[in-house]
């Protein structure tokens, strides 16, 4: 069974560029999660998707950022336009959808991103 | 709301010895409990979790957990570490009953000397 993917694997953009990451989680699974480190820091929620719908967007840092997921497949975050405080590794994490019961969450190996 | 302290952010151990990764967590309630391994280019993968029952966890690669309600620990133990074993380690916290909202430590790098 494939894992989660994401891509790039690395970006390296300049200040005010637009970024768009791509994340393809685990066939079947209707949870998409994509969370955030920033320098070394803990890992941070951004946001969770449940099929194609956002169920959570708190920790979502700013209208610069921007998550879809249409059809509720594959997942995209797109940084327009990036600071310097945007850098950092970004991870996607997908779980199957067990109504009121938390299921184990996988990760992706992350996209880093450095903003210049 | 809930949130993990992982209070030690380097160690180092030699191969052979034996390894302990502490872990604090704060929630109102009993959560659920993750440890999760980087290695250098991977993503997160899961070693354990404990969601209830047996409070000594098992988990792959000869880690092991026990939660221990009393001082909010879940720390992680392996016997003997392997050179293989140098990575980062995140503990995180979750409620039960939400698939939202989970809370990582900010990890402890693991090197092991030969």
């Known amino acids: 069974e494939a894992g989660v993917t994401q891509f790039p694997s690395h970006s390296v953009i300049e200040k005010g560029q637009t970024v768009t990451l791509r994340c393809d989680p685990i066939?079947?699974?209707?949870?998409l999660y994509w969370y955030r480190r920033v320098m070394g820091k803990e890992i941070k929620f951004l946001l969770h998707?449940?099929?194609?719908?956002?169920?959570?967007e708190s920790g979502m840092p700013n209208n610069r950022f921007l998550a879809e997921r249409t059809g509720g497949t594959y997942s995209t975050l797109k940084v327009q336009p990036a600071e310097l405080e945007d850098s950092g590794v970004y991870f996607c994490?997908?779980?199957?959808?067990?109504?009121?019961?938390?299921?184990?969450?996988?990760f992706g190996p992350g996209t880093r991103l450095l903003v210049l | 709301a809930q949130s993990v302290t992982q209070p030690d952010i380097h160690i180092t151990v030699s191969e052979g010895a034996s390894l302990e990764l502490r872990c604090n967590y704060s929630?109102?309630?009993?959560?659920?409990l993750f440890w999760y391994v980087q290695s250098p280019g991977q993503g997160l993968q899961l070693l354990l979790k404990?969601?209830?029952?047996?409070?000594l966890v098992q988990g792959i690669k000869g880690f092991e957990a026990e939660f221990k309600r009393s001082q909010s620990s879940f720390n992680l133990r392996k016997p003997s570490v392997h050179w293989s074993d140098a990575a980062e380690y995140f503990c995180?916290?979750?409620?039960?009953?939400?698939?939202?909202?989970?809370?990582f430590g900010a990890g402890t790098r693991l090197t092991v000397k030969p």
């Open positions: 995180a916290v979750g409620a039960p009953h939400n698939n939202n909202d989970m809370r």
């Open positions: 066939s079947g699974h209707d949870n």
């Open positions: 404990y969601f209830s029952g047996d409070t």
């Open positions: 929630y109102g309630a009993t959560p659920y």
């Open positions: 994490a997908s779980s199957q959808d067990h109504t009121g019961r938390r299921e184990t969450q996988y």
């Open positions: 998707f449940v099929k194609e719908s956002k169920q959570d």
